[in-house]
């Protein structure tokens, strides 16, 4: 009955969670040739600036594609 944000230690723990989700607008726009953190889509910021107040971490480097070079560095 209470809200826990560390993953339980033991399996009987584990079985009592329930998950909360939480789900956000995406976007349809294609991001693979995007260089620049601004010229992201509204929506796939707001998705980033909610992981990184989640995690209380700033998030630095963002992947917008499978070649190495396809990294946003903010």
């Not at 909360?20 to 976007?27: L, S």
Request: proline fraction near 5%; charge should be positive.
């Amino acid at each position: 009955g209470k809200k826990v944000i560390y993953f339980p230690s033991t399996l009987s723990d584990l079985e009592k969670c329930k998950v909360i989700y939480k789900t956000y607008p995406g976007w349809s726009q294609d991001i693979s040739e995007v260089k620049k953190y601004s010229d992201l889509p509204n929506n796939c910021r707001l998705y980033i600036q909610s992981i990184e107040n989640m995690l209380k971490i700033p998030i630095h480097y963002i992947s917008v594609g499978a070649d190495r070079l396809s990294t946003i560095h903010r």
